[in-house]
């Protein structure tokens, strides 16, 4: 019967909300995958993209009680990469295949927006035919246009949750959905190919919380969708909270495939995190790009989003070589490309 049900999400690409609810918990999701691989190829055959990370500062402003990374977390040793280490970082990655760099950090107004602008433009002249993504959070309009114009083009900022009330119960009252999603509308009409998404299993999400992403993501329209499992941090509020289902993160990437068959969807460390074969799992679910870690190894312990992550102790030639192998063995291959959305 559900047989069906896929099938039409399949041809339609959208159901109604108790549909979707039903294939976010649905058990048996072997026709729903084979669906969303079925949708991957036809619009990226089975390449799947690298991004090549580098967490640049583990500095930030923000207390959002989910992340290691909160300003009042004061277990955390703070760090940031000089722009030199940045650019050894991406020369390091250029060799190693990479054409896509995202600089991700907390919000660290250290890093003005002067500064920024002079690492994009240094990493553009240095590689042109790569591109610079950035992910550091909400800034002002007019500082997304000066990003753009030094040259990044790509710029990720989840959602987080698209329900007013429970962004409120996962960030404090200085934060706020609504400017939050007016970054990503600015971004969007400034030019940027925009990135957004959520947590799967952040504390207090219900079934109608998801639908509500997948409607505000319709809206959107972004050019790339990250999900992963809430994983918790021991020295957060939400330290002792039971993580995300992987289960549930898997049926969302598949639904995430096919309502936005041109995505560009990250398997996530965070999937590889909660389980050992998380990613190539996510892969099989439709996703169709990694997001390897290119930052120096004494650091990457230090970038504590969540417990356990994984990749912390590897070097980056590693990193490269064992997705290499992973992405194999699910039948795809990663691509020297940077990339770009298939609309
Ligand atoms: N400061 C920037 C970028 C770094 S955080 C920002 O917030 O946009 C990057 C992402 O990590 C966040 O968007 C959030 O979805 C995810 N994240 C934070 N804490 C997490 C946790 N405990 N479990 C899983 N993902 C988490
Ligand atoms: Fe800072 Fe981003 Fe972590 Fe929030 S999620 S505390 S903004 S690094």
């Given at each position: 019967?559900?047989?069906c049900?896929?099938?039409?999400f ?7 909300d ?9 058990s048996?999701s ?50 940031r ?9 991406a ?24 500064m ?12 042109p ?9 909400e800034?002002e ?11 990044a ?8 949750t ?15 959905l ?22 799967v ?6 079934l ?6 997948l ?5 959107l ?10 994983l ?10 039971p ?15 096919l309502?936005?068959?041109y ?10 995190t ?10 099989k679910?439709?996703?169709?790009v ?7 190894t004494?650091?990457r ?38 990339g770009?959305?298939?609309?």
């Amino acid at each position: 019967m559900f047989e069906c049900i896929i099938d039409k999400f399949y041809e339609t690409r959208d159901a109604s909300d108790e549909v979707l609810k039903c294939l976010i918990d649905l058990s048996d999701s072997e026709h729903l995958y084979e669906c969303a691989m079925r949708r991957r190829r036809e619009f990226y055959q089975d390449d799947v993209y690298t991004r090549g990370l580098i967490e640049f500062t583990n500095y930030c402003k923000n207390n959002c009680y989910y992340c290691g990374l909160r300003a009042q977390n004061h277990n955390v040793e703070r760090y940031r990469l000089t722009p030199e280490e940045i650019y050894e970082c991406a020369d390091e990655g250029y060799a190693l295949g990479y054409r896509t760099f995202v600089l991700q950090g907390g919000e660290d107004r250290y890093f003005s927006d002067d500064m920024i602008c002079e690492i994009v433009r240094r990493l553009h002249s240095d590689h042109p035919d790569c591109a610079v993504t950035l992910s550091i959070g909400e800034r002002e309009r007019e500082s997304y246009q000066a990003f753009y114009d030094a040259g990044a083009r790509r710029y990720l900022l989840r959602h987080e949750t698209a329900n007013d009330a429970h962004y409120g119960k996962l960030h404090p009252e200085t934060m706020s959905l609504e400017h939050r999603k007016q970054c990503l509308w600015d971004l969007k009409d400034i030019g940027f190919q925009v990135g957004s998404g959520f947590m799967v299993g952040s504390p207090f999400q219900t079934l109608d919380d998801l639908v509500a992403d997948l409607r505000f993501l319709q809206e959107l329209q972004p050019d790339m969708i990250g999900i992963g499992p809430f994983l918790p941090q021991a020295d957060t509020p939400f330290g002792d909270r039971p993580a995300g289902s992987l289960k549930r993160t898997l049926n969302l990437v598949a639904i995430l495939r096919l309502m936005f068959p041109y995505a560009l969807i990250p398997s996530t460390t965070a999937l590889g995190t909660i389980d050992p074969k998380g990613r190539e799992l996510g892969l099989k679910a439709g996703a169709n790009v990694v997001m390897p870690n290119l930052s120096p190894t004494r650091f990457r312990k230090l970038y504590a989003i969540y417990d356990n992550k994984i990749c912390t102790g590897d070097e980056s030639a590693q990193c490269r070589h064992c997705l290499e192998k992973r992405v194999e063995t699910v039948g795809l291959r990663l691509v020297i490309d940077r990339g770009d959305v298939r609309r």
